[in-house]
């Protein structure tokens, strides 16, 4: 009984030592951690993948910047691999930037948002940005600015609402996600390398399907953000007498159908700070002409929004339960045109 | 002119150079004193029987006054010399008589305990004669239902147990079990570990059936809370029966504070535990194997403090997990003079050269010191010990299969310390039952 036992023991010993693989574990300082991926394409038809890569050993370089081609983005990666002096572990990539080339063709980039929500490694909660410059350049772009860090690129997009409220950060999952949706689309935050910050934000692209149908400005994608409920705290505007800081928001939107036309009441609550005003101005005047902005930005939005069948605000999600599944896929382009918005602003000084 | 009797206890004890014969005129008659000079105090012991002999009309009464064991045969003449007394014979050998003698004082008076320090609670710890040790739970328990068993167990040397309960708390069944058990020893019980074999097989497991304690307080605690106490004679704790898994959380003196207070100490011994499973393990795992689930900042923070490193994360962690070990029990087996001396060195070497060697990282410095103090946060020495053991299985089963392993290691730690028992009580029974208690 007791030899059995030595020699169960012996099996189950053996078992975990040979059978557990530990022999391919990396420390992970025997690993090469890239921080941002971008995917661009060569003249010659060929995908050229960049990776950003934190430099540690150095002080004066934060980052160092390594490119591999391929006929997929798979081994193009593998090349970078293969040629690379550690192992390369893609788990910590938390941007990915695509060349507007790429993005601009909508069977392209479906495909590559398809790879990267596939791959096991990449993660699918890292976030997807366009820029219309070239990809190398803006994430070599970090090492000649002063008092960044390797992870900066990534920082830059995740400051908070409070702080830069116009960012949209946008992970790969919510990308793939609108390739299916009926009812919402989605912005892309659109870059470009800066001159003393490593980045600079210029507005987003508006995705149908994958594919680019506008592109929006930082303070059009403010009111995005509100109407999907989002809060704008910490938003700061200039109405030229004044300037005031949104201290909180709150919307409440209303559907409803009447003979197969759609129509919205939307109620935007805007509770404000003034920060400064010329003299003579009063609190009433300041509400209305913010109400009078937002009014018009508004609809200047949905005009152009519905002229391209693009519902980026996500009005859809509020008929589920009036239009049926089927229909509801119809959405775009035989109700979203004809959608009436009854949109009022309500704001209140603090 | 000896009699027999004392011819005979002349030979039993004529290897001992201690052992004594000396005559004394009482009465007309020469009377023996018999004994041993490392425990009987014989000027004291004369004077005294001189003074009984001025008050006793016959050398018959003097006996009579003496002692009420006269007479009795060889055998327990012998016994009672090995147990420190003074045998009296006659000169005829007829008369004879077991005395309680002053005995030489090789008891030290109850001090402060040594191995624990309790805060804001008596400091009376148990010494090594056992009537004073149970003296000190009758003095803080008066009470007629504690009830006090005495046994001699051994087979070389009879050596004095003694059991306590509360009649009409500690269940009976267990109070049997128990008795059967102490019964059945029949090898000589010189460490505690030889008495925790004797109450079941645990001869790989870590994990002791009994609690020594050395406070008198915890003693009488786990008496109200339906538990059995040992007493080991010339051992100086009290050994508590049976060792729960809470008792190395929960301390009695914690509810010398308001509750809230008590909580967090509790609490922190908690974390204590938790932490020197897991830490060391958990080290490991993120840093070799899953590093992914790091935050990028720290991702990037941990791969610049290990950058330069030859030694991989596993071999790192376990060559400085064991020599913390080893300085430990250093410490312990030091005279005290020297002990500061090592510990000093032992952090230099330990802080300083290793990580300016760049053989293991700062971090992992620290995150074996966190394990250290952890460690030392649970109550009981041997309790300590053995959570320092169980770091180990999950450290080799987290280099491994990282996360999945200090989660498998950790959950089978818990089943391993669920399927203990002492005498069908579970190790991880938050009480014990009273005697009748249903529910």
Redesign the interface.
Request: charged fraction near 25%; proline fraction near 8%.
């Given at each position: 009984m007791k030899n059995n036992r030595l020699f169960q023991f012996i099996v189950v010993f053996l078992t975990?030592?040979l059978l557990?693989g530990?022999w391919d574990?990396?420390?992970?300082?025997k690993?090469t951690?890239p921080?941002v991926l971008g995917i661009s394409k060569t003249n010659g038809g060929e995908y050229k993948v960049t990776l950003q890569i934190?430099v540690?050993?150095n002080e004066s370089q934060v980052s160092k910047v390594v490119t591999g081609t391929g006929e997929t983005i798979t081994s193009a990666l593998g090349k970078i691999r293969t040629n690379s002096e550690n192992a390369i572990?893609y788990?910590?990539i938390?941007l990915i930037v695509v060349q507007n080339h790429l993005a601009h063709n909508q069977k392209e980039f479906t495909n590559i948002v398809k790879f990267l929500m596939g791959s096991e490694e990449i993660?699918s909660r890292s976030l997807m940005a366009i820029t219309d410059e070239n990809v190398e350049g803006v994430l070599s772009s970090i090492n000649d600015k002063l008092g960044v860090?390797?992870?900066s690129i990534?920082d830059f997009f995740n400051k908070g609402a409070d702080w830069a409220p116009e960012i949209f950060s946008t992970p790969v999952w919510e990308v793939y996600r609108s390739l299916f949706s009926s009812t919402k689309d989605i912005a892309v935050p659109l870059i470009r390398s800066g001159r003393n910050t490593v980045l600079i934000f210029e507005g987003s692209d508006i995705l149908k399907k994958g594919e680019i149908m506008d592109r929006l400005k930082p303070e059009e994608i403010q009111l995005i953000r509100v109407l999907q409920n989002k809060n704008e705290k910490g938003k700061i505007e200039s109405l030229g007498f004044a300037s005031i800081m949104v201290s909180n928001s709150s919307i409440r939107l209303k559907p409803s159908l009447n003979n197969d036309k759609p129509s919205l009441s939307s109620n935007l609550n805007i509770k404000i700070n003034v920060l400064e005003r010329n003299d003579g101005v009063t609190n009433k005047k300041i509400m209305e002409e913010l109400e009078r902005i937002i009014e018009e930005r508004f609809f200047h939005i949905l005009k152009r929004m519905q002229e391209s069948h693009t519902d980026i605000f996500g009005f859809g999600q509020e008929f589920q339960q009036l239009i049926s599944y089927n229909e509801l896929k119809n959405w775009r382009d035989e109700y979203f045109p004809d959608l009436k918005v009854n949109f009022e602003v309500e704001v209140n000084m603090e | 002119m000896r009699n027999k009797i004392v011819k005979e206890l002349e030979t039993t004890f004529s290897n001992q150079g201690d052992f004594f014969i000396e005559e004394e005129l009482v009465d007309k008659t020469t009377i023996f004193l018999m004994g041993f000079k490392t425990l009987v105090d014989l000027p004291k012991s004369k004077l005294y029987i001189q003074q009984i002999e001025d008050s006793s009309r016959s050398a018959k009464a003097l006996f009579m006054n003496l002692s009420n064991r006269i007479n009795v045969n060889t055998e327990q003449l012998i016994e009672g010399i090995l147990e420190g007394n003074l045998v009296i014979v006659s000169l005829d050998g007829k008369q004879n008589a077991v005395v309680n003698p002053f005995i030489q004082n090789l008891r030290s008076s109850v001090s402060e305990p040594k191995n624990e320090s309790p805060i804001q609670s008596s400091t009376d710890a148990f010494g090594d004669d056992i009537n004073t040790n149970v003296g000190m739970i009758r003095k803080r328990l008066t009470t007629t239902s504690l009830c006090h068993c005495s046994y001699q167990v051994g087979e070389l040397e009879k050596r004095k147990l003694s059991m306590l309960y509360i009649e009409g708390r500690t269940p009976n069944a267990l109070i049997e079990k128990v008795e059967q058990q102490l019964k059945g020893i029949k090898n000589d019980i010189e460490t505690i570990d030889e008495l925790n074999l004797q109450f079941g097989k645990r001869r790989f497991s870590p994990v002791s059936h009994l609690f020594a304690t050395e406070l008198p307080i915890s003693a009488i605690h786990a008496l109200k809370r339906n538990k059995i106490v040992l007493f080991l004679d010339n051992c100086p704790f009290a050994l508590v029966f049976p060792n729960l898994l809470w008792d190395m959380l929960f301390s009695i003196n914690d509810r010398n504070f308001p509750f809230i207070l008590s909580f967090m100490l509790r609490f922190f011994r908690v974390i204590g535990l938790v932490a020197t499973l897991i830490l060391p393990a958990l080290y490991v795992a993120l840093v070799s194997v899953n590093p992914e689930v790091f935050k990028l900042d720290l991702a990037l923070f941990v791969a610049k403090s290990r950058e330069g490193i030859p030694l991989t994360a596993f071999l790192e962690t376990i060559a400085m997990v064991v020599l913390v070990d080893l300085i430990l029990e250093a410490i312990v087996r030091l005279p005290k003079s020297v002990g500061p001396a090592i510990t000093m060195v032992g952090g230099i070497i330990l802080g300083q050269a290793m990580v300016e060697a760049k053989l293991v990282s700062n971090l992992l410095v620290i995150v074996i010191t966190a394990v250290v103090i952890a460690s030392s946060s649970v109550i009981g020495m041997q309790n300590s010990l053995y959570i320092r053991l169980l770091k180990y299985p999950i450290l080799i089963l987290a280099s491994l299969f990282g996360i999945l392993g200090v989660c498998t290691g950790f959950i089978f730690t818990i089943i391993y310390l669920a399927s203990l028992t002492s005498d069908d009580i579970p190790y991880m029974t938050f009480r014990i039952k009273k005697e009748g208690e249903i529910k």
């Open positions: 975990v030592i557990c530990c574990i990396k420390d992970i300082n690993r951690i921080l934190p540690l050993k572990d788990t910590q938390r993660p860090h390797a992870s990534y | -």
